[in-house]
């Protein structure tokens, strides 16, 4: 991706697609220069995603909030008009859902390979066992 493609796209990432990402906050600046919106998904609790993207510095133009992702990515493509919506997922899950909604879906290994993103574990809010851990800021 890195600057190639229409700019005029709106881009939702799932937040576990975000937690598989070694650099997220590193993503969100390079998909700044070539997405008009940028934002995270998720049936998770609002303070979950709130506390992901305060500790990774990513700055979103939206967030599913209280709502499930299914109606937040209904409710962002009504308030973003682009020419592209672009959802990345991690699963079949979220590439059905994508559809359902009308969304172009990619998933997580696709994005990061055509942008050169670098994959990995990023989450220290997660325990050496694996455990998500709620607590963390």
Known sequence: MNGSGSSDMTLAFELEALKQLRHPDVVFDDARTWTKYLGVVSEKPTYVVTNFTRKNRIRQDFFSGPRGKRESLENVKRQFETDRHVFVGVDEDDEALAGEVEW??????????????????????????GEERDDWP
């Not at 998933?107 to 997660?126: F, K, M, R, S």
């Open 104 to 129: 172009e879906f990619l998933h997580v290994e696709a994005a990061a390979e055509a942008a050169e993103w670098e994959l990995g574990e990023n989450d220290p809010a997660t325990t050496a066992s």
